[in-house]
């Protein structure tokens, strides 16, 4: 009340306010405390004690230590698992709602998905207390929760389903649970990024087969035995040879209770078929597994005889013949008999007919055991993710809790030994994490004293002294080894110890609790007395070698994989049972060491499985040694609460007016003037570097209830901000519904428009071809084609604009033209006006004329100053228009001869230095030809009417094209130009006739053929090589 006093000075509302609080006060008082680190009294077991039972009579069966669950058996259907339960808890803080189991399983999935990291949820408790219906309901739990696709929804079911087959096979109707499991189950789920459950894996610990030969009063074989005889179809029974009666079958009577009011067998029957179809158990592996359970029911029936030498017979063979296909004589002989092997001899000693029960027990143990660790491969397989990718996982330890019975034996010691070495892993992890949290805050460390167990572990598990040591020597040593023998060896080498005790150990007055052949352990739970019979032949669980090869002769495809020919014989001894217990829990406490730990810790409230009966004293134990009391104290170490600042002051910031409604600063600063305002004394609290702890529990119940108090008007404050904020909302959702309609009508429009744009202008593509239009032309704006020889490259119209772009480029072209033409000089012109005629005359036509189009023509070749003196004052008078060299062929013999070949006005000049060797009027020029090939010849005919004048010219010329444009222009003789093929016929003078024969060939030449001709060889131009 200091705190509220701070917080209302008027009288009237704190008294007021004090009357609320009461009455909070109260209701919490009739339900307890949700989270005993909130307890005051957090070391008295009573008020521990006291809370549990309050909220079990209220029904309330959760409550957290913490981030642990405490768990009580309420022995009664609550209506606190339905889908609705599981929407309430999925995604919400811890602590905000009453403690679930979904609050636990949630929080794990989140932590996993945030964290990325892999984490096991370990359940415990003892028989009956509540572990297999818990992490059922995890399962169901992320069943629900987790994302769902076809294929994820498929792993699902079988991960669900993977229970009652498991269950069918390993669990048991006890004295302690109608529903026990009689294996260790570790089960992985396996998580993707998304949080799909992906896929999982199950290892099972420890089968109890002794079960299938063996009952006590009061106690059931496993379920499936039941289930098939009860359960199964007439056809099936048949086919299997059984009769639907269990007390037909020896090995299900035995402890007198065949039938059990609270298990309906038939409909766990239709269950598991169920089952088996969705896991991928095909016609064959059902048909061969059940097989196999028929067969043990048949083995428990087979029984013996003495004979007149006290060995053993069959007294009736009537069971062989449905057991497992084999041979009726093999197994005869095997159930029977010993093999011995006396050097390479193999002799057969017979059995006694008590030595023939336990082989016929052995083999029946044998049988079912190694099918119960086929079924989990085979559940295995179908539960494989076969992805690669890398995936979290959260892990569900149900492993059978502590057990005390009158009588315990081999395998309560097994169990026990089990429930130490997971407590010494509780201890590492939680105190190990609980010292790193107050190192990771910095604030001090309190240590807590709390009880070691590793030394019970030690004597359990210890090299050479240990008593599994102990145990595995005297079953391998030769020689007369009993359980009394062993009994001895441990009083020899462990006598001294503290947690170890037997009846010629003990003091007087425990001596009398204790039978000779006892011995009793200190556990960290409690005492348990061992009877040491059976322990040398459970641990041993010896089968004989033949009973393993008559086994391998079986027709049923089960047992031939369980029973490989491969495996080691005998000769060399198989582990014993304890030394394979041991390794597995030492691989188990490595997958679990690697991951991050939760705890349930079941509580079972009476022994009679009743709903609403608390026994005070059964609690009282479970509490003791489930290590609640230690648990709490080490998370209660000196601070009962611990949260981090954000959540802290999100929650408790309307109980200050500088942090209400919003805190600018940091949330550590934030939650300083909280509780500043608040009135917290400095010795109630520690500000930590991410979270504000606070030492005793009243402190922060003070600050809840007043919180509570102000919750009502903070709601109404809420509840207008709400109503505000809806009609802003409200507001901003129309204006943006008003956008996303205008959107819409012109998405449509554009839409309608492009699906008529084909169709003449209407109303509907109007706007549709408008843009296309301008979207045509900008676009041809910036894709016009630069120069006059680009003029092909034009933007493709579409359809409606074909004609407008035709038009459009022909005015375009002649705009580029009339831009071009303007550009060029007369010289030019006149330069490409001669081009011009040249294409006219050879284009197309001889091949080196592409060539020739890029050299400009030049004036002359030969300048003035070139030719000779005395051949210029000859001609002068006549106007030089053009010269050029050329060589000049012989008409006799064809000899080459480089002369100048000169253009007037009149005529055309041969010309060697001073000396004119042919002129040739225009008027007596015939004729010219070319060839059509690369070569630069020209023939130039002459008319010739007078038997001196020299005949036709036959010239190579390097600048042909040039010269003979010249020549045409000049001369005006364009037509006389003539462009042949093959051959050409010239005169060498009036009557003789030569001739120049023109081909292509690899290189270029000329000579004198053979017929007389002169042959002009050109390089062939390949078109397009220009
Ligand atoms: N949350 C629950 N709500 C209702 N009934 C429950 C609940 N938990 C357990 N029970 C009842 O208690 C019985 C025993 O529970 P369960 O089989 O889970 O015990 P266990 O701890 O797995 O025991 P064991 O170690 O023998 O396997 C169940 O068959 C069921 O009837
Ligand atoms: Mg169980």
């Not at 217990?581 to 705890?599: A, N």
């Not at 010269?883 to 060697?912: C, H, M």
């Not at 036709?952 to 010329?957: E, G, I, P």
């Amino acid at each position: 009340s200091c705190y509220l006093a701070l917080l209302f000075p008027c009288p009237d509302r704190c008294n007021q306010i004090l009357r609320n609080m009461e009455a909070s006060l109260t209701a919490r008082d009739r339900v307890g405390i949700q989270d005993f680190v909130l307890l005051d009294a957090y070391t008295s077991e009573s008020a521990f004690l006291d809370n549990l039972r309050k909220r079990f009579h209220e029904n309330l069966i959760y409550t957290y230590i913490g981030t642990l669950l405490v768990s009580v058996n309420p022995y009664k259907e609550l209506d606190i698992y339905s889908k609705k339960q599981m929407d309430t808890y999925m995604g919400v803080n811890f602590f905000e709602l009453p403690p679930h189991i979904y609050a636990l399983a949630d929080n794990v999935f989140r932590t996993m998905q945030s964290e990325f990291n892999n984490h096991f949820i370990l359940i415990s408790g003892e028989s009956g207390a509540g572990k297999t219906e818990a992490s059922k309901k995890i399962l169901q739990f992320y069943a629900v929760s987790c994302p769902s696709t076809k294929l994820l929804n498929n792993v699902r079911d079988r991960l669900l389903l993977s229970n009652p087959v498991l269950e069918a096979f390993g669990n048991a109707k006890t004295l302690k649970n109608d529903n026990s499991s009689r294996f260790g189950k570790y089960m992985d789920i396996q998580f993707d990024h998304q949080g799909g459950a992906v896929g999982g894996h199950i290892l099972s610990y420890l089968l109890e087969k002794s079960r299938v030969v063996h009952q006590n009063h009061g106690e059931r074989n496993f379920h499936i035995f039941y289930q098939l005889v009860e359960g199964g179809e007439e056809d099936l029974l048949r086919w299997l040879g059984l009769e639907r009666n269990c007390q037909h079958y020896s090995y299900l009577v035995q402890g007198g209770c065949a039938k059990v009011s609270s298990i309906n067998d038939k409909s766990d029957w239709r269950m598991v078929q169920k089952a088996l179809s969705v896991i991928e158990f095909n016609e064959s592996d059902i048909e061969h597994l059940f097989g196999i359970i028929a067969s043990v029911l048949h083995l428990g029936n087979i029984k013996f005889v003495a004979d007149v030498r006290g060995y053993a017979s069959l007294n009736n063979n009537q069971e062989m013949h449905w057991l497992l296909g084999i041979p009726a004589q093999v197994l005869q002989q095997g159930l029977t008999h010993r093999k011995i092997e006396a050097k390479a001899e193999e002799v057969f000693s017979p059995f006694s007919v008590d030595h023939a029960v336990y082989a016929r027990d052995a083999l029946a143990k044998a049988i079912y055991g190694r099918t119960f660790n086929w079924l989990v491969n085979k559940i295995n397989e179908s539960l494989a993710n076969k992805d690669s990718s890398r995936k979290t996982v959260i892990g569900l330890l149900d492993i059978y809790g502590f057990e005390v019975f009158n009588v315990n034996s081999f395998e309560q010691f097994c169990i026990n030994y089990c429930n130490e070495k997971l407590q010494q892993l509780f201890i590492q992890l939680t105190l190990k994490s609980e010292q790193e949290e107050y190192e990771m805050e910095g604030i001090e460390w309190e240590p807590v004293p709390y009880f070691n167990n590793k030394i019970i572990c030690d004597l359990v598990e210890e090299k050479h002294r240990g008593i599994i040591s102990l145990l595995d020597e005297e079953c391998l040593r030769p020689g007369e080894a009993t359980d009394l023998t062993l009994l001895e060896k441990m009083e020899e080498t462990i006598g001294g110890h503290p947690h170890f005790v037997t009846h010629k150990l003990a003091d007087q007055k425990t001596r009398k609790t204790l039978e000779r052949g006892d011995f009793r352990l200190l556990h960290y739970a409690g005492e348990v007395t061992y009877c040491v019979v059976g322990f040398l032949d459970k641990n041993n669980d010896l089968l004989y070698r033949n009973g393993k090869e008559v086994m391998r002769q079986s027709k049923n495809a089960i047992i031939k994989h369980c029973f490989p020919s491969t495996e080691p014989d005998s000769k060399r001894r198989p582990e014993t049972v304890v030394t394979q217990f041991k390794s597995s829990l030492v691989g188990l406490t490595e997958i679990l060491m690697s991951k991050e730990p939760w705890y349930v810790r079941c509580i079972k409230p009476n022994e009679a499985k009743q709903p609403g009966r608390f026994d005070d004293v059964l609690v009282r134990h479970q509490v003791k040694y489930l290590g609640l009391m230690e648990h709490l104290r080490v998370r209660r170490a000196g601070f009962a609460y611990r949260r981090k600042y954000d959540i802290f002051l999100q929650r408790y910031k309307p109980l200050c007016p500088d942090t209400w409604p919003n805190w600018k600063g940091t949330a550590a600063e934030g939650v300083r003037c909280l509780i500043k305002h608040l009135g917290y004394k400095p010795d109630e609290y520690k500000m930590g570097r991410s979270k504000i702890f606070i030492r005793h529990p009243r402190t922060l119940f003070a600050t809840e209830d007043a919180f509570q108090v102000l919750k009502g008007d903070y709601q109404k404050q809420r509840d207008a901000a709400t109503k505000i904020e809806n009609c802003w909302r409200g507001i901003m959702a129309r204006k943006e519904r008003e956008k996303r309609a205008w959107a819409v009508k012109v998405i449509k429009k554009f839409i309608k428009g492009f699906i008529t744009r084909n169709q003449p202008a209407c109303n509907d593509n109007s706007e549709y071809l408008a843009y296309v239009r301008q979207n045509y032309l900008t676009r041809l704006r910036e894709n016009l084609p630069k120069t006059v020889l680009e003029k092909d490259s034009w933007l493709t119209p579409p359809p409606i604009m074909k004609e407008a772009s035709q038009l459009l480029k022909k005015l375009y072209i002649r705009h580029m033209v009339g831009k071009y033409v303007q550009g060029i000089t007369p010289q030019r012109k006149a330069q490409l006006v001669l081009k011009a005629q040249t294409s006219s005359m050879f284009k197309g036509k001889k091949e080196n004329y592409p060539f020739s189009v890029c050299r400009p023509f030049v004036d002359t070749r030969i300048g003035a100053e070139d030719i000779n003196i005395k051949v210029l004052q000859m001609i002068q008078h006549e106007h030089i228009k053009y010269s050029v060299p050329v060589v000049k062929y012989d008409r006799n013999g064809f000899r080459p001869r480089l002369r100048q070949l000169i253009f007037t006005q009149e005529a055309a000049y041969l010309v060697e230095e001073a000396k004119i060797k042919q002129r040739i009027d225009y008027i007596s020029l015939k004729g010219v030809s070319v060839s059509n090939l690369s070569d630069n010849f020209l023939i130039l005919h002459v008319t010739c009417d007078d038997i001196k004048q020299k005949g036709d010219l036959v010239l190579q010329c390097d600048y042909l094209f040039e010269a003979l444009t010249k020549l045409s222009v000049i001369a005006n003789k364009q037509n006389y130009i003539k462009v042949v093929q093959g051959s050409v016929r010239f005169d060498i003078q009036p009557g003789r006739e030569g001739f120049v024969d023109f081909k292509s060939g690899q290189e270029s030449m000329v000579y004198r053929a053979k017929n007389g001709h002169l042959m002009v060889v050109s390089v062939k131009i390949i078109k397009g090589s220009c």
